[in-house]
């Protein structure tokens, strides 16, 4: 027998049957992508596609970004829009007349909400520069707070509202600005938190120092007499 023409034919076989138990070997990959809208698909990748990188290819396919409901509201990481203090002026001047309210007490309740930081986060979810909750800019219309615009706008449309319920006291429409209308109710009053009472002041002090631009009509005192219930529930008037 010759064995020339032999061995090539059991090598053949050998390799044959080596192939046939590790097919992997032989065929291309197939992988289960998801693409953007939620399709499942099946791709034949050769070589085969690690899922943990993004491909030119299968970029769209089976890459996919989960963003929150309501992401430009409540992320964190999103960074503000840069904007400088003559930017904001403008924004301010524009939100009092639209909406009718002193433009020197928008600018003070900037001044201590944020002190003018367009990415301003507090460590109670507040955002942006009047230091707006998600769920009150929502309620104003506000989509990104951290976009200085809308922050200011809706800020405006919040604090001409609560001067309305308060028949203009600003006294409660401030505190109400930093504890909420409820705790104001609640309280018939400013509430008896110290952290309210000196956002109250702050306010206060910044609006009608001299130099503001007040508008002298607006209101004539920077502290308006107020009614408390101590805790023996007697009823004080204070102006402190």
């Not at 089976?62 to 829009?81: F, G, K, Q, V, Y």
């Not at 507040?126 to 951290?146: C, E, K, S």
């Not at 006294?171 to 018939?188: C, K, M, S, T, W």
């Not at 306010?203 to 004539?220: D, I």
């Amino acid at each position: 027998m010759d064995t020339r023409s032999t061995l090539p034919v059991r090598w053949i076989l050998a390799l044959a049957t080596l192939l046939a138990c590790f097919p992997a070997l032989t065929a291309a990959q197939i992988v289960k992508v998801t693409d953007g809208e939620g399709r499942q698909l099946f791709v034949n990748a050769e070589p085969a596609v690690n899922p943990r990188l993004t491909t030119a290819g299968l970029a769209k396919s089976h890459t996919t970004i989960h963003l929150d409901a309501e992401s430009p509201l409540s992320s964190n990481a999103r960074p503000a829009m840069s904007i400088d203090r003559d930017g904001a002026e403008k924004l301010v001047s524009e939100a009092a007349d639209r909406h009718n309210v002193d433009p020197a007490l928008i600018r003070a309740v900037i001044q201590t909400e944020s002190n003018w930081n367009s990415g301003a986060l507090s460590n109670k979810g507040a955002r942006g520069l009047m230091q707006l909750i998600p769920t009150t800019a929502q309620r104003f219309g506000a989509n990104d707070l951290f976009n200085p615009q809308q922050n200011i706008d809706a800020g405006v449309r919040y604090l001409k509202t609560l001067l309305e319920r308060y028949n203009g006291n600003l006294d409660l429409a401030l505190a109400a600005y930093n504890a909420g209308e409820g705790a104001v109710d609640r309280a018939h009053g400013i509430p008896a938190y110290r952290e309210t009472r000196n956002y109250v002041q702050k306010v206060q002090n910044a609006y009608f120092r001299p130099g503001s631009g007040r508008l002298a009509e607006a209101f004539s005192s920077a502290r308006p007499i107020h009614r408390d219930v101590d805790g023996a529930g007697r009823i004080i008037f204070s102006n402190d």
